[in-house]
């Protein structure tokens, strides 16, 4: 099993610029998320899909959409990147059945936007 | 709103030196506290899940606690692999999103 998988790996945008990152797992979880990290801030929630079919807002929704494709694959798009989304993405998933809550992370997305 | 605290921000500590990293947390209903491990450039390893306080759980040099207010993360003789940043999220019962800490660096010099 490869996990949950993110493409590309690293990413320079012009302010303005569209980009869409990709997720995939092969765990067969049912809930996936897309997460931010910067300096200082720690870990924040962007979007969720708590099962196919369905996504929700999470702490910092601003400048992006998320669309689940299917079980397996959840994307982030930025529309028109700004410099402060100039940041390190992980998409991560989760069983989401108690006691199996537990979320497992992709590798990272680092995306700078100048 | 779901606070979590992690103290200290940084840690140094000599191989064999065993200390705790502390998970202070405000949650209206505990689901689950979870420790993670990440190291630089790499996404988040899980380690270990806690429910109810007084639950323990242990994997090779570190013991995790958790009482109604906060998790300790206990290390144990510690070995220079161990330094990671080491992070502590929550869980509300009524969903499945994590709320994070900002994480304790660990350094563990030789």
């Known amino acids: 099993n490869a996990g949950v998988t993110q493409t590309p790996k690293f990413q320079v945008l012009k302010t303005g610029q569209s980009m869409t990152l990709q997720c995939a797992q092969d765990?067969?979880?049912?809930?996936m998320y897309w997460y931010r990290q910067d300096p200082g801030m720690g870990l924040r929630l962007i979007y969720y899909?708590?099962?196919?079919?369905?996504?929700d807002k999470g702490e910092v929704p601003n400048g992006y959409n998320v669309s689940r494709l299917n079980k397996r694959e959840f994307s982030l798009r930025l529309e028109s990147a700004a410099p402060s989304q100039t940041s390190v993405y992980f998409c991560?998933?989760?069983?989401?059945?108690?006691?199996?809550?537990?979320?497992?992370f992709g590798p990272g997305t680092r995306l700078t936007v100048l | 709103e779901d606070q979590v605290t992690q103290s200290p921000e940084a840690l140094r500590l000599q191989e064999g030196e065993s200390s705790s990293l502390n998970c202070s947390y405000t949650v209206s209903g505990l689901r689950g506290l979870f420790w993670y491990r990440q190291d630089p450039g790499k996404g988040p390893e899980f380690l270990f899940t806690?429910?109810?306080a007084g639950e323990e759980k242990e994997k090779e040099r570190l013991k995790a606690t958790l009482t109604k207010k906060e998790s300790f993360l206990h290390i144990t003789a510690p070995k220079p692999e161990d330094s990671a940043t080491y992070l502590c999220?929550?869980?509300?019962?009524?969903?499945?999103?994590?709320?994070f800490g900002e994480g304790t660096q660990l350094t563990v010099n030789p």
């Open positions: 765990m067969n979880h049912n809930s």
């Open positions: 999220a929550v869980q509300e019962t009524s969903g499945s999103r994590l709320t």
């Open positions: 806690l429910y109810s």
């Open positions: 991560a998933s989760s069983l989401y059945r108690p006691p199996y809550n537990e979320q497992f």
């Open positions: 899909s708590a099962s196919e079919g369905t996504t």
